[in-house]
């Protein structure tokens, strides 16, 4: 969340004219202060234990948020439903870029980000870069929402970069922006099978059949025909999610199941749906379903 405006051409600040996000969070570090970057603005945030509604301007800035301390229920909504979230330490997020929202939360312990803004210019370069390619920014948001070990590491680098100058940060921006809107390209059809055509049909029927066992992308890839890279391009492009959410949803969707059953513990519930542990379980079940597993077996 930004509360200053900068003279920095390169960024899309004039959105920001007038907002003020003081009363919800407290900035304790920004690089165009301290580190005099310009090609990219790096923030640490202090957040207020609740907000009731934070309307964020649309912007034409790629921005980042990695939740650093804190366990907060985060609401957002961009025009539709409220859709929520559980911002803890390592939960990625991203804004849509010409899309405003609002947001609303509450948080149990302290609440702290980092934030990231990389500049409309290298944002647009970059789509030049890419071949003028149609990003679906929707679909770069969630990749970067369900988990992203090199944003999240180059965020945390960022943050601890001390005095590099802005040859480091103009890196780092290009790289995060190719990165970021790489996994929102949309690929072409596949001429030969389209999507939902009869090799997605053969990949779903696996991941059902084999929800309790050990399953690999490549295993899928492999039964559709395709490399492993161009069957996660075409599966997200068909249904919308990578193949291992899509896996997971099921296998949740299944201890659903098996738990109002009853007769099972979480710990067999985990082990039938093809979880490591009750842990992992519970924290794909929270996930997908706000609650976790022993409070839905128990309603």
Known sequence: MLHMVCDAPDFDLEPYTGFDASPYVERTFSSWDSLGWRSLLLQRFDHTPRAERVALPATGDLHLVLTVAG????????????????????????????????????????????????????????????GGA?????????????????????LRSLGTAGAADDLYAESAAAFLAVHVLTSGVRPPRV??????????????????????????????????????????????????QTPHRYLTRLRVEEAQRLLRAGGLSVAQVATRCGFGSPGSLSTAFLRHTGVRPSAYRDR
């Open 134 to 154: 149609r990003i679906d920014y929707e679909r770069a948001a969630d990749a970067v929402a369900s988990g992203d070990p090199l944003v999240e590491h180059t």
């Open 191 to 240: 001429g030969r099978s389209g999507a939902g055509g009869p090799w997605l049909r053969k990949a779903v029927a696996m991941m059902r059949d084999r929800l309790g066992d050990p399953l690999t992308v490549a295993d899928m890839a492999s039964a559709a025909g395709f490399s492993v890279y161009h069957f996660i391009r075409v599966f997200k492009d068909a249904t919308g």
């Open 71 to 130: 366990d907060a229920s985060m609401e957002i909504r961009t025009g539709g439903p409220w859709q929520r979230r559980r911002w803890i330490p390592g939960r990625l997020d991203m804004a849509v870029p010409g899309v405003a929202s609002v947001r609303r939360y509450r948080s149990e312990v302290p609440l702290r980000t980092l934030q990231v803004h990389i500049p409309r210019v290298i944002v647009e370069r970059t789509v030049a870069q890419l």
